[in-house]
């Protein structure tokens, strides 16, 4: 098997992904991500209680962690459980690792890929494996290194981003690779050795994020906030602007 580095598209480590963040690596995002996190940690409350039987700090490590403004966010939510986190956060491009330093000076970000990483009580990769050459290569190392893994997947393969080619757009403009299903990004999940222990939609559009300033824009947003009340696997696969929060279990459990 190549090394697990190879995974990596050059673009996120060569400046493009942070110019067209517009220098932000989406920094915005992160404690909404984080307040997910959060959600579904309260909905499979297994994970909490492991977690909280240990008699030191947790090692939260994010991978991919960009900005870290979402690894900062989530040592809070789980501080907030009575949780001692000893957190890390880990980026492979050093533009992110600058921008978490002047955002989170306190934080501990180090510049490195998975196999630079720490083993962990608890895996942060949010919005990670959509950007990699090949996940599944990515995710079977990934597991070895966790006792559990939270994942922040787009779920962008619906009837809509077909109808207006927003795969090419989001391929130039985030670089993502892969568009899945919800149903295909499970699978891989399983396919690679994680066991799933719960997930849940996201999505910012029917939270009123980042509204559009545009007339169509503002029709869209209103459709899927009202599809994703009636529900979210429709919304999902018709109208998109959703996303995946997955809880799994790792080799390390």
Not at 152 to 159: G, Q
């Amino acid at each position: 098997m190549p090394p697990v580095d190879d995974c990596l598209p050059q673009g996120y480590v060569d400046g493009t992904y942070l110019d067209n963040t517009g220098g932000t690596w989406h920094a915005e995002d992160g404690p909404w991500k984080a307040e997910k996190l959060g959600v579904a940690l309260e909905h499979e409350r297994t994970i909490l209680a492991c977690l909280g039987r240990s008699s030191s700090a947790i090692r939260l490590v994010d991978l991919g962690c960009g900005s870290g403004a979402a690894l900062s966010a989530a040592i809070r939510i789980l501080a907030g459980h009575g949780l001692i986190v000893d957190a890390v956060g880990v980026d492979p491009a050093g533009d992110a690792v600058e921008v978490a330093g002047r955002l989170f000076p306190s934080l501990r970000v180090i510049q490195g890929t998975l196999v630079d990483a720490p083993a962990a009580d608890l895996l942060m990769l949010f919005d990670v494996i959509e950007h990699l050459v090949r996940p599944d290569d990515f995710l079977r190392e990934a597991v070895k290194k966790a006792r559990f893994i939270a994942l922040h997947i787009p779920v962008e393969e619906s009837v809509w981003a077909r109808l207006r080619g927003l795969r090419e757009q989001q391929r130039v403009e985030v670089g993502h690779l892969h568009f899945y299903h919800r149903w295909s990004a499970l699978r891989l999940l399983r396919g690679c050795g994680l066991e799933i222990l719960g997930w849940e939609y996201t999505s910012s559009s029917a939270e009123g994020r980042r509204p559009s300033t545009t007339a169509r824009g503002r029709v869209v947003d209103k459709l899927r906030r009202r599809a994703f009340l009636l529900s979210p696997d429709a919304a999902a696969h018709t109208v998109g602007g959703c996303g995946l929060m997955v809880l799994c279990r790792g080799a390390l459990a």
